[in-house]
């Protein structure tokens, strides 16, 4: 039958003006940005005369997603950083010697004198002097190991123990190795959002790619490098005793104690115990502060706990110096003058307010447990963005009509049927890519202006048949009727292939990429269904009201 | 009045020509292969790694002066080319840089980029830098092998399909059809070293995706024809399949071909390269679906028998021993 069941009529009609609605904000799309963002600042608990003229902007009961505009649209920075978890793995095994030397000194009369070697990072080797001993050292290491916590629940230890002779290699076993990894990942990406967040720009994607990196991308934002200079920092803040100065950099600084530069007298050098008093970990606050004599300077305050700690130290240490040391690099190394009970102080350095501004968001966003490389990067100007899109508009809108017209010359009547489903499909593609939050990127333009050319095709197989099928001397109903059918096949392979197609781009692209994707994908599923059940429904419903006795396609 | 592009009824043969139309595929294939091969691709750094910086100023481009601010950086590798577009306006003079990545660095250091944008500020004072992009030589290494990865993806995946909804033969022509595309496709990127990125691969699968839609077509209208006309010889059949969807096939080029030029016009010349491999793949994949998918078909012939197995087909055999 050519006509329609009303059930299936109403279906059809309802599902195009859904899917018009949702499109709809994307027509007023800065008036509607201004509204969400402004409703987004209420929710949030502020008020204002203002906020609530701009939320206003736009009813509220209309649907109010927009198509997100990807990077090289709206401009801002592209970032792809790749954590260093092996840092993680090194300060893990460093941790984890004390312990060893520890156990095996227990034991002296058996292994004899224990003395670290060098070795890979990933490796801790310890010599023991009694060959002897071998077989009570590689017990008394194995017993160090915990059980690791996994998902899987099987215990397995977090370290791995051999023994060659008197050398004694401690190696991090494998569950640990990947529950390490997922930790610090994890912590990365928390990190880098507390840190990107303090900033305040809007919208910022922070995705974790692969098993060690993170695509940071942000909007707005002038310069890559401003991001960069936020991620790249570790902000390790430790304090630690003095043990003396030196201008030697060659000097041994002697067992538990380290070495390291000074940021503002280049050539000094501090020797530092290697055990903090307190670390960054156990600030509650910091933000910019300025001191006696007014200069920028890092105002922090410690912890309950930490402020104990670092208050019985001053005490004991009054008229001694102390570090305070930022990813093994003395800020400053201060006098203690006086007992500092209260935990909190300040930093000094020879800072900018920009640089202490930046200081005290590093700290309060916490450290980064390993230092980021940075693979890729991107920064598109906004105003470059603005010229995809119109352009990309302009291209759009002569390359739609252009299509109408042809449609319209090629196909009469039917072709202006197929021209009013590819209004409407242009406009379900928006209304799904808003629904779903996809991000519209410029070959995901593309990707909408190849549908416009191939959402017609559908249409075209169509009523090529039902003009084959009217030579055959049908009436125009089962002419219609039949073309429907017997296209209906040809539409499905060649659809379904180019979907393919678009799965496999979504799913190995990146980026740009991966928008072209999306928008092909959704257009070819936008377009089938206006297709076989929009332009059908219009000849329908216009086949019974005229009845026509002959028809020409 | 009707706009036919195609006369109602036609009745060309595809395949009188067929050794020479076959054989310029071929031809065309094998010359682009050699392009390939002695020219080489103009990678992007999306592929090579490095630093690309478009620049925009209202003085002209003077790609001498800006390559000698940049020569006592010692960046290596530097090449600047003037870019050119209709939708620019009179003042805007836009140009690419592009740089090598930096020995021993993943992306380009900060220093570096300010010290570039410097050194073009003393020629152009008023210069500014809509875009820089930086991709590190580990990341590009990978995104070649996601490339290949989905183009061969793309390409198992339809033999498998096409395989499972026709017989194998058509899955044979049309996967000829879609490597001589893609080849063909290459082939034009190497002749005139158009600039190869990571979009032009997404092209690429767009091209796959369109000539496997347009040869479906065919081969579709070719297995409802080979159930109609029993008797009739392969060669008609595909023949007249080819007639029959003819009208559709440039229908469908026609408007996809009309939207695409609006864009590569229009579009703006970020995506000129993507739009324009997409133009050209469909012009190419178009004249492999008539003449290339098919003569492989042709070829290698087609079993024509669909209706169910000969009950007495066990038996067939039955009195060679006698």
Known sequence: MLSISYPKQIMIWLTVVVGLMLALPNGFYNRVETSNDARALIDAGQTSAALEEDAALWPS??????????????????????????????????GFWPQVRDVLAAERNVVGFVTREEG???????????????????????????PVTSFTGAAASNIDVRING????????????????????????????????????????IQRQGAERVLV??????????IKD???????????????????????????NFLVPSVDEPGLFYILERRPVVTGEQLENAQLDFDQNNRPAVGFRFNTSAARIFGDYTLANVGSPFAIVLDNEVISAPTIQSHIPGGSGIITGNFTVE????????????????????????????????????????AAMVGGVLVILFMGLSYGLFGWFANIALAINLGLIFGVLSLVGATLTLPGIAGIVLTVGMAVDANVLVFERIREELKTAKGPARAIELGYERALSAITDSNFTTFMVATILFTLGSGPVRGFAITLGLGIITSVFTAIFVTRSLISIWFAYRRPKTIEV | MRLRLVPEQTNINFFRYAWVTFGASALMVVMSVIVFFVYGLNFGIDFRGGTSIRTESTQSVDVAAYREALTPLELGDVSITQVFDPTFDDDQNVAMIRIQ???????????????????????????????????GPKVSGELIRTAVLAVLGALTAIVIYIWLRFEWQFAVGAVAALVHDVVLTIGIFALFQIRFDLAIIAALLTIVGYSINDTVVVFDRARENLRKYKAKPLVEVLNLSANETLSRTIMTSGTTLIALIALLVLGGDVIRGFVFAIAWGIIVGTYSSLYVAKNIVLMLGVKRDWSKKDPAAGTKYGHIDT
Do not use: C, K, Y
């Open chain 1, 120 to 146: 890979p990072a990933n490796e801790l080797r310890v010599r023991i002097s009694e060959a002897a001993g071998a077989n009570r050292a590689f017990e008394l290491a194995r017993g160090l190991g915990r």
């Open chain 2, 101 to 135: 990545a930096q020995d021993g660095d993943e992306s380009i250091s900060p220093q570096t980029i300010l010290q570039i944008q410097d050194a073009l500020r003393g020629v152009a004072p008023d210069i500014t830098f809509p875009s820089v992009e930086s991709v």
């Open chain 1, 217 to 226: 991308q942000v909007p707005g934002v002038g310069s890559a490098q401003e």
């Open chain 1, 61 to 94: 009961f209309l649907p109010s997603n927009l198509v997100n505009l990807g990077l090289d649209l709206r401009g801002g920075a592209h970032l792809l950083v790749e954590v260093a978890v092996q840092d993680v793995h090194a300060s893990f095994l460093e």
């Open chain 1, 355 to 394: 640089e202490a501004t930046n200081l005290a968001v590093l700290l309060r966003a916490g450290a980064l447990p390993a230092e980021l490389t940075f693979l890729e990067e991107r920064t598109i100007g906004p105003e470059l963005g603005q010229d995809s899109i119109d352009a990309g508009r302009l």
């Open chain 1, 230 to 256: 936020l991620l790249g920092t570790t902000a390790q803040l430790t304090f630690n005793p003095v043990v003396a100065r030196t201008t030697n950099e060659n000097e041994s600084p002697g067992t538990g």
């Open chain 1, 166 to 205: 008197t050398l004694l290699t401690i190696t991090i076993s494998e569950a640990e190795m990947s529950a390490m990894n997922e930790r610090t990942m994890l912590q990365t990406l928390e990190i880098i959002r507390r840190r990107i967040d303090e900033v305040g720009t809007r919208e910022p994607t």
